[in-house]
């Protein structure tokens, strides 16, 4: 796995620089993170199903949102 420095960008190695392999492991952590749901307002329910779109576990809707945030 990645180490503490860069994440989940650590897969790359020494590869493609230091600034670049920490903005991935920014943008990996942010798509990756649980958000508030805009329907039901349950906390830490929303999660990325694929780029642009999400979906909250608890009211099961689906909606449209940026690429790496739902808002």
Same mark, same amino acid.
């Given at each position: 796995?990645?180490? /503490? /420095?860069?994440?989940? *960008? @650590?897969?790359? @190695?020494? =590869?493609?620089? /230091?600034?670049?392999?920490?903005? %991935? $492991?920014?943008?990996? *952590?942010? $798509?990756? #993170? =649980?958000? =508030?749901?805009?329907?039901?307002?349950?906390? /830490?329910? %929303? #999660? =990325?199903? %694929?780029?642009?779109?999400?979906?909250?576990k608890n009211?099961? #809707? #689906?909606? %449209?949102?940026? *690429?790496?945030?739902?808002?």
């Amino acid at each position: 796995m990645g180490n /503490k /420095k860069v994440g989940t *960008a @650590g897969r790359f @190695g020494p =590869r493609y620089g /230091k600034r670049i392999r920490e903005k %991935v $492991s920014q943008i990996e *952590a942010l $798509s990756r #993170k =649980r958000y =508030r749901c805009p329907f039901c307002d349950k906390d /830490k329910k %929303v #999660k =990325r199903v %694929v780029y642009g779109i999400w979906q909250c576990k608890n009211c099961e #809707k #689906k909606f %449209v949102g940026g *690429a790496y945030k739902p808002y």
